[in-house]
């Protein structure tokens, strides 16, 4: 947890509500336009379940996904490039 903050990252507060929802997250990430993003397979899973009810646009501030944690469905990535154009770096294990 020090490493991020001293490389100039910053962390996205929670939104507020008691159970977020991923379109809630996904205006998080919009609204606060962050351009880097490190998550579990879990977010890119999700992203890209609703990734056809989400506007195309709708990561145009982020550069790339960083993904750790768990292994990742290629599936999932090509889903997520493929609807926001977001490369997902996968850097398990």
Not at 3 to 17: D, H, K
Not at 48 to 65: E, F, G, N, Q, W
Not at 67 to 86: H, I, K, M
């Amino acid at each position: 947890l020090i490493a991020a903050p001293m490389a100039g990252m910053e962390w996205l507060p929670s939104p507020g509500v008691e159970r977020p929802d991923i379109f809630t997250l996904v205006d998080l990430i919009a609204d606060s336009r962050c351009d880097h993003i490190v998550a579990g397979p879990s977010l890119v899973r999700q992203l890209a379940m609703v990734a056809r009810r989400l506007p195309s646009d709708a990561l145009v501030s982020v550069k790339a996904i960083y993904c750790t944690g768990a292994a990742l469905p290629r599936d999932a990535v090509v889903t997520v490039y493929e609807r926001f154009r977001t490369p997902v770096i996968n850097y398990y294990g």
